[in-house]
């Protein structure tokens, strides 16, 4: 299986194997919950649907309810879709599966939603060069001129300008698995892991 959900707790600090202090984003992904498996014989290829945070069943809509109960598994809040590596892996419909997965990983792929920043400005956005602040000059922070009015007279699509900041997917790659907690379902990664605290996060191996 090739990745877990998780939830991002937050950061702490860890000893690692020569005593030099590592900070580390901790993430809790003990608790996943197998839907469905999926065959190449039946459904063109191999992929298991792995389920988090468990909710009760009023809170999820009808056609969820039924694929869960056709499977046999509990209802939860978050489903995603993972590749198998391998089409002989042993997984049933209302397994339970954890960190250990990620036993064998040194470096995973997380995916998240980035934090939303509102509506922010170029310098903030996009690291433009402020305006200077001498005698007559009233553009310190703004853009300045977005282009000529006649011709083409419009703005030109991917204009870098103020706007919508944060709130989208984002993927860092290649972050370093520090250490796993079995019994609490935890995994120790150091490195930027995107997202708000108490955010649902996606785990890939990344060998």
């Given at each position: 299986m090739q990745g877990l959900i998780g939830r991002k707790i937050?950061?702490?600090?860890?000893?690692?194997?020569?005593?030099?202090?590592?900070?580390?984003?901790?993430?809790?992904?003990?608790?996943?919950?197998?839907?469905?498996?999926?065959?190449?014989?039946?459904?063109g290829y191999n992929a298991v649907q792995l389920g988090f945070d468990q909710v009760a069943e009023q809170k999820v809509t009808k056609p969820l309810l039924g694929h869960f109960k056709k499977h046999n598994s509990s209802p939860t809040r978050v489903v995603r879709e993972f590749a198998l590596e391998s089409a002989q892996e042993e997984l049933k419909p209302g397994q339970q599966v954890g960190v250990e997965i990620l036993e064998d990983s040194k470096y995973v792929d997380v995916e998240g939603v980035s934090k939303g920043r509102g509506h922010a400005g170029t310098i903030k956005k996009y690291n433009f060069q402020r305006g200077r602040e001498t005698h007559g000059n009233t553009n310190v922070r703004e853009r300045g001129s977005n282009g000529a009015g006649t011709y083409p007279a419009r703005i030109f699509p991917g204009l870098r300008m103020s706007g919508h900041y944060g709130a989208c997917a984002v993927t860092t790659k290649r972050l370093e698995v520090v250490g796993i907690d079995k019994e609490a379902g935890l995994v120790y990664i150091k490195g930027s892991v995107p997202g708000r605290n108490k955010g649902i996060v996606y785990l890939y191996k990344n060998k």
């Open positions: 937050g950061m702490t600090r860890i000893f690692n194997d020569s005593g030099r202090v590592v900070a580390v984003t901790v993430i809790q992904a003990g608790n996943n919950v197998v839907h469905q498996v999926k065959k190449a014989e039946k459904d």
